[in-house]
C-alpha cells in the first residue's frame, strides 16, 4: 500500500469516527438497537405458557367449584377471568381476550358431592396449535392435581383422579429461554451488522458527500475498507454487549470459552457488515436501505436460522435455502457454544461455512461498487 | 505529491467535449439529458456552464469529472480521456457538487484534513496552504466550528476550499451559487477572479442564474440537453447591439408591457423598475399605438441573447395577454388585505423570523426576497396558517389566522416550492383532484377545469401524466390548480426557480393580469431580478427586515456617483453592507 494510500485511509477512518462519535445514529444501530430487541423477543419470544388468560364458568357457585377454581387462581400459569354464562366466555375466546375456557356445568357440585363423576368442560382456542397444545396440558394438569388432592383430603376415590392423564409434559426447570437468547443474539446481529454499513453509505449519498469523495483520488477499495474497518468495531462491541445481556439480564449460562465466541462473531459480523455493503451499492437512501436490510436480513434469519424453526421438519426446498443465510451458521455455534460448550464438530464446519459466506459477501460488495454514480 | 505543472506553452484546451450524449432511463421511460454536446473550454479563464434547471448541466459535470459515462462521444480532460482513465483525471481535478459536499458533523478544520489527506497534501505542507484558504474565504475565525452550523455562504466557501486544498488544474462547480445570499456571491466570484487570474486555475462554473454570464470568459448556454450558444459573452450580447431600449409611457407600467409585448417585431418586454425593457427581432425601436411612448436605448444583457435564441428556435409562447378572470368572490373588507405586526417565530432557541411587520394591499404585488435560510418560507407558511406564530398579529383577508386560520385559507391559493402535484395523476385529474379539495363539484367544477385547461393551454396535455411535464408546463399547472377556487389572496413560494426565461415570463404576464384583475399576490424568490415585477418589497435576511419599500425606492438607496443605475443586486448588497459595516472597500 503505498504512502498516498495509507494516508487517505487513515484520513477516511478518523473522519468515520468523528462521526460516530458526534451523529449517535450508529452507535444506536450497534447498542441500543440489539439491547431493545433482545429485551422485547427475550422477554416476549418464550415457548413456555405463564399468565396465560382463562376464562372460568361457574354455572352453581358452590364451594366445591371454589376449591377447584382457587387452584387457577394461585397458578403461575393462568391468569383466570370469570364470566357467569359459557355464551360470554365464548365471545371472549373469539376476541381473543382469553385463551381458553373451564365450563363447571350447573351440576358439577352435585355430581362431585355424590362421589361420582363429576366432569369439566374445557375449551381451549385451537388457532395457536402449539399454545392450545400447552393449555390443554396445563388445564389437565390442574385438574388431575385438584381430583388426587380432594381424593387424598376425603379418602374417596383416587383411581378417577389418576384416569386423567396429562398430554403435555410440564416440567417448570426447563426455561425454553436458556435455548432461544443465542439464537436471538444471532438473528438481531444479522439485522444490526447489515444496517450499520447500508445505513451509513445511503446517509453519504442522500447527503451528496458521497459524490465529492469520489471525485477524489481515494479508491473504491479504500472506501470500502474505511467503512468496513470502524463499523466492524462498532458491531463487535454491540455483540459484547448483547453476549453481556444474555448472561447477566437472562441468566443464560455461557458454557464454551469466550475466545472461541469472539472469533467466530469476528466471522459471522465480517458476513453482516458484508451484506450491508452489498444492499449500499445499489440503495441509494437511507429508507431503501433500511426496508432491503430487513427483509433480505433479519426476516430470512429470524425464519430460516434454525433458531425457533427447527431446520430438519422444513420441506427439502426451504432446507437447502437456509444455506445461504449466514445466521443459521452462526446459530448453530452460538447455541453449542452457551449450552454446551466448545463442541469442535458443530463450532468448527459452522465457523468454515460462516468464513466462506463472509468472503463471498466482501466480494460481491467489491465487485458491485463502483466510483460511478450509474 | 507533487503535481508536475502542464507546460504552459500547450495550446491544448482544458476540456474537449465531442458529441457527448446521456441519457436516463426509468421504467419505460427514457428521458435525453444531453443531445449531442461539441465544446472546448480554455485553459486559464472561467467557462460558464449557463442554462435553466433541466438543461442537463449537473450531468455534464458528473461525465466531466468521471461520476457518469457517457452513452456516446469523447469527453478529453487535461488530455485525457475520462471514460478510460477517470482516476487519473480525478487525481487532476477538483469538483464541488451542488450541496458542496461538507460533512457537517466535522468541524472546519476536520474538513479541511479530510479533504487533504484524500489528496495527498503533506502535512508538512498544510499550514501555509490552510492559512492561504481560510484567508481567501474569511473562514479563518472559524476553524473549530461544525460544518452543519455555518451559514450557507460560509458552507459555499468551505466546500470550495476544501476542494482547493491540492490547487486542481481543474477546477468544477456546480451551482455554486444557488440559493446564496447576494454577498457571498460576490465574494464567490472574487475567489474565482483570483483562481483564474493568479493561480492560473481552469475554472468550470455552472449556474441557472443568466446574469452570470456575463462574468465568465467563456460561456457554453446549454437548453434541454442541447447547446444553444458557445462563446464570449461580449459575442452574446453583441449580436443584441441596438435591439434593446427603456420604454415609458402615459399608462401604467403593466399595461405598458403587456402592449408593447403583444406589438409586432417585439420579442421580449419585461418588466424594470418604472420602465419596461423591450428586445425587438430587428435593430429597430418597436413600433406600438400607445400614447406618450418614450424609448430610450438600452445596453443589451445576456439573456437578451438568450430569450431571441430560444424565440428562434420557435419556441413561442402565446402573444396575448391572458384574459384572467376576475375572482367572483365576495368583496373584501377595506384597509389591508395583509397585515402583519411584530411576527416573531421561534424553533426552541433559533429565531426562524425575528419581528416582521409589513401590510400588503388589494392587487398589490408583494416579494419576499432573500437567500435561503433567511426566513421567508417561515413567514410564508404562517401567513397560510400552516405554522403557528410564536409572537405577534397575523391578519390574512380579515381574518385572524390565531383564530380563524380555516377561514382565511379558503381565500388563499396556494402554490408550494416544487409545485407539489401529484406525478403519477394526468394533469386533467390533478386539476380534478385539486379542485374537489377545494370543495367544488358538478357543473361549477367541469366549469374550473375547463377554464383552466382552455386559460393555460392546457388541453393538449391533458392526458399526460404531470411528472413527464417539462417544468414550465408544470408551474403552468401548479398556478392552474391554486386558481381553481377563484382565490382573492395568491402565496407563491419560489413559483419560477430554475425555469426558463420565456417560462419565467409568461408566468409573470399571468401574475400581472391576476394583479390588475384585482388578487393580492404574495411571492417569495431568491431570484434578485423578480424584485422588479413586486409592487413592494421585503428584503429579509437571518429573520429579520433589512429593507422594505418599492423597488425603485430600495435600489434609489443604493445609488452612488459610480454606480448611478444600480440593480437590485446591488441594492441587496448596500443594505446588508450599511448597518454593521464601514463603506465598501
Sequence with gaps: MSAGATRRLYGLLRKESLQIWRDPSALAIAFVLPAVLLMIFGYGVTLDARNVPIALVVQQPSAIAASFTSRFAHSPFFRPVRFLTIQDAERAMAARDVQGIVWLPGDFARRAESGGNAPIGVIVNGVDANDARIIEGYVQQAWATWLAARAAATGGDAAMALSVQPQVRFNPAVDSRDYLVPGLIAVIMTLTGALLTALVIAREWERGTMEALMVTRVTIHEILLAKLIPYFVLGMGGMAGSVAIAVFLFGVPLQGSVWVLTATSALFMLAALGMGLLISGFARNQFVAGQVAIITTFLPAFILSGFVFDINSMPQAVQTITHIVAARYFVAILQSVFLAGNVWSVILPNAVALAVMAAIFLALARATARKRLD | MPQAPESAAAPQPALRLHDVRRSFRTGRRVSVALDGITATAARGAVSGLIGPDGAGKTTLMRLIAGLLRADAGTIEVL??????????????????????????????????????????????????????????????????????????????????????????????????????????????????????????????????????????????????????????????????????????????????????????????????????????????????????????????????????????????????????????????????????????????????????????????????????????????????????????????????????????????????????????????????FFSSAYRLSGARQRARVAWAEAEFELGAMREATARDLPLGFKQRLALACALMHEPDILFLDEPTSGVDPLARREFWRRINALAEAGVTVLVTTHFMEEAEHCDQLLIMAQGRVLAAGAPEAIRRRARTPARPDPTMEDAFIAVIDAPDRAAPP
Design chain 2, 79 to 432: 488530455g485525457i480521456d475520462v471514460a478510460r482513465e477517470a482516476l487519473r483525471v480525478q487525481g487532476r481535478i477538483g469538483y464541488m457538487p451542488q450541496r458542496f459536499g461538507l460533512y457537517e458533523d466535522l468541524s472546519v478544520a476536520e474538513n479541511l484534513d479530510l479533504y487533504a489527506d484524500l489528496q495527498g497534501v503533506r502535512p508538512a505542507e498544510r499550514p501555509a496552504r490552510y492559512a492561504e484558504l481560510l484567508h481567501m474565504t474569511g473562514l479563518g475565525p472559524f476553524t473549530a466550528r461544525i460544518a452543519g452550523r455555518l451559514s450557507g455562504g460560509m458552507k459555499q466557501k468551505l466546500g470550495l476550499a476544501c476542494t482547493l486544498v491540492h490547487p486542481p488544474e481543474l477546477l468544477l462547480l456546480d451551482e455554486p451559487t444557488v440559493g446564496v445570499d447576494p454577498v457571498s456571491r460576490r465574494e464567490l466570484w472574487q475567489i474565482i477572479d483570483h483562481l483564474t487570474r493568479a493561480a492560473h486555475m481552469t475554472v468550470l462554473f455552472s449556474t441557472a442564474y443568466l446574469d452570470e454570464a456575463e462574468r465568465c470568459d467563456n460561456v457554453l448556454l446549454i437548453h434541454e440537453g442541447r447547446l444553444l450558444g458557445h462563446g464570449r459573452p461580449g459575442q452574446f450580447t453583441a449580436e443584441m447591439q441596438g435591439r434593446c431600449f427603456h420604454a415609458t409611457a402615459g399608462l401604467g407600467r403593466r399595461r405598458l408591457q403587456a402592449r408593447l409585448a403583444d406589438a409586432p417585431g417585439v420579442i421580449d418586454a419585461v418588466i424594470q423598475g418604472s420602465r419596461v425593457r423591450v428586445v425587438t427581432a430587428e435593430a429597430a425601436p418597436p413600433v406600438a399605438d400607445v400614447p406618450a411612448l418614450e424609448l430610450t436605448p438600452a445596453p443589451p444583457r445576456f439573456e437578451d441573447s438568450f430569450v431571441a435564441r430560444l424565440r428562434a428556435r420557435g419556441a413561442v409562447p402565446p402573444q396575448r395577454t391572458p384574459a384572467t378572470a376576475v375572482p367572483a368572490a365576495s368583496p373584501l373588507p377595506a384597509g389591508p388585505v395583509i397585515s402583519v405586526a411584530h411576527l416573531t417565530r421561534r424553533f426552541g432557541a433559533f429565531v426562524a423570523v425575528d419581528d416582521v411587520s409589513f401590510t400588503v394591499a388589494r392587487g398589490e404585488i408583494f416579494g419576499l426576497l432573500g437567500a435561503n435560510g433567511a426566513g421567508k418560507s417561515t413567514t410564508f407558511r404562517m401567513l397560510c396558517g400552516l405554522l403557528p406564530a410564536s409572537g405577534g398579529t397575523l391578519r390574512v383577508a380579515g381574518f385572524d389566522l390565531r383564530r380563524a386560520a380555516a377561514a382565511a385559507r379558503g381565500r388563499i391559493g396556494y402554490m408550494a416550492q416544487k409545485f407539489s402535484l401529484y406525478g403519477d395523476l394526468s394533469v386533467a385529474q390533478n386539476l380534478r
